[in-house]
């Protein structure tokens, strides 16, 4: 058995692409026998076994999105401290550059003699890439820090080779496909059979709402020219951009907002979905929201980003140039004009996602911590004792 600390760098309290991967590797790890405890930062109430919070968070504005992090900082000599009381064999920080925590973490296992694993989970926007340039020599020590480091894409990669090159592991963020596979598809929930066509992210410019909401009119007005069904849209989840979204819908008609969502939910909603659509403008490392999808079988498209790119390859969905209504409205014609595309793209959806199952993710972090371990000279054989099959 291993002792595991996972520190999260976001608000444990509220929900986000980070925050699961961390649940859900912890949820894997102890399903294979070690004992994991989670680290982070919280700004209500958590009543969560093995979740240890170390201070409140709060808002900031981060790559084109919104942040929790935490507050105050914690000091290192209280981080190397808490690690060794612990006996942790390893700290594995998400996000290492990102929160006060994280940093706090790093250095503070590191100080402790403590083998740290760091994966980069961010993809810089356009906008935000200058700031890690600006900040490089505050940065480098940090990394420099971590005796072996994870990206989850070749695109975070890239963003975190700005601060520091080298050698990183190349692992992808894992998805327990369970739940998602074992959903039964019913793509036309409309009483009245017509189409769906979903949209399932924080309500912000940076994951496209707004543009698919542009592209709208333009859809309807060539699937009603083909005389093909016009497709009832779904938007959910919360943001800045709600009000807007809200006067959008109200002014085009034949739109759901459903706000904030459960998990339970989003798995109905995707089964239930005709076509996944994110028209994300950028900043995406990989994009889970695509893999769930996938996992369910519902047909994506999603904007050509970098990260996007990742995820989709020839055969499982459909990209279009991002920031483009027009592109957009015609994907989406496309793909709704094709019954035989939207089975195959499923198919192949469905086949792909196996590489994202926690079996295979998680042994193959598994498989860094025990290279972090070895190289403090401890042996270490865990990773092999866990099983590729599994599922958290």
Same mark, same amino acid.
């Given at each position: 058995m291993m002792k595991i600390a996972l520190v999260s760098p976001y608000d444990w309290s509220h929900p986000g692409g980070v925050r699961n991967h961390i649940r859900e590797l912890a949820a894997y790890l102890r399903g294979a026998g070690?004992?994991?405890?989670?680290?982070?930062?919280?700004?209500? /109430?958590?009543?969560?076994?093995?979740?240890?919070? !170390?201070?409140?968070?709060?808002?900031?504005? *981060?790559? @084109?999105?919104?942040?929790?992090? #935490?507050?105050?900082?914690?000091?290192?000599? $209280?981080? %190397? $401290?808490?690690?060794?009381?612990?006996? =942790?064999?390893?700290?594995?920080?998400?996000?290492?550059?990102? %929160?006060?925590?994280?940093?706090?973490?790093? &250095? @503070?296992?590191? +100080?402790? +003699?403590?083998?740290? !694993? @760091?994966? =980069?989970? %961010?993809? %810089?926007?356009? #906008?935000? +890439?200058?700031?890690?340039? &600006?900040?490089? /020599?505050?940065?480098?020590?940090?990394?420099?820090?971590?005796?072996?480091?994870? +990206? !989850?894409?070749?695109?975070?990669?890239?963003?975190?080779?700005?601060?520091?090159?080298?050698?990183?592991?190349?692992?992808? #963020? @894992? *998805? #327990?496909?369970a739940p998602f596979q074992a959903a039964q598809r019913h793509p036309s929930p409309c009483a009245d059979g017509r189409p769906t066509i979903l949209f399932l992210g924080r309500l912000e410019p940076r994951k496209g709402a707004t543009e698919l909401l542009a592209a709208l009119p333009r859809l309807r007005a060539s699937l009603a020219l083909a005389h093909l069904p016009l497709p009832h849209v779904v938007i959910a989840g919360d943001g800045p951009e709600r009000d807007i979204c809200q006067e959008l819908a109200e002014k085009l008609g034949d739109i759901t907002l459903a706000g904030t969502i459960t998990d339970a939910e989003k798995i109905r909603l995707l089964a239930g979905a005709t076509l996944f659509c994110a028209p994300a403008l950028g900043g995406e490392s990989q994009g889970i929201v695509l893999l769930e999808a996938m996992a369910v079988g519902t047909p994506v498209i999603a904007s050509d980003i970098p990260g996007y790119r990742t995820v989709i390859t020839p055969g499982t969905g459909m990209l279009v140039p991002p920031r483009d209504p027009s592109a957009l409205a015609s994907g989406l014609h496309r793909a709704l004009a094709d019954a035989t595309w939207q089975r195959t793209v499923a198919l192949e959806g469905r086949r792909a996602i196996q590489r994202y199952d926690w079996g295979t993710v998680g042994h193959e972090i598994s498989s860094v911590y025990c290279q972090a371990i070895q190289q403090r000279g401890v042996a270490a054989t865990f990773a092999e004792s866990l099983p590729r099959g599994y599922n958290a």
């Open positions: 070690h004992k994991v405890t989670v680290v982070t930062s919280a700004s209500a /109430p958590v009543d969560e076994a093995g979740v240890m919070v !170390v201070g409140d968070a709060f808002t900031v504005p *981060l790559n @084109g999105s919104i942040a929790r992090l #935490n507050y105050p900082t914690p000091r290192l000599r $209280q981080m %190397a $401290q808490l690690f060794l009381s612990a006996r =942790f064999d390893v700290v594995h920080i998400h996000e290492p550059l990102v %929160a006060p925590l994280t940093i706090a973490c790093t &250095l @503070g296992a590191r +100080a402790a +003699a403590i083998p740290v !694993v @760091g994966t =980069f989970h %961010a993809a %810089a926007s356009p #906008n935000a +890439a200058w700031i890690y340039d &600006l900040a490089r /020599p505050v940065l480098r020590p940090i990394c420099a820090a971590l005796t072996e480091r994870i +990206a !989850v894409s070749p695109v975070a990669l890239e963003t975190i080779a700005r601060v520091y090159p080298g050698h990183y592991h190349i692992i992808p #963020n @894992g *998805l #327990n496909l």
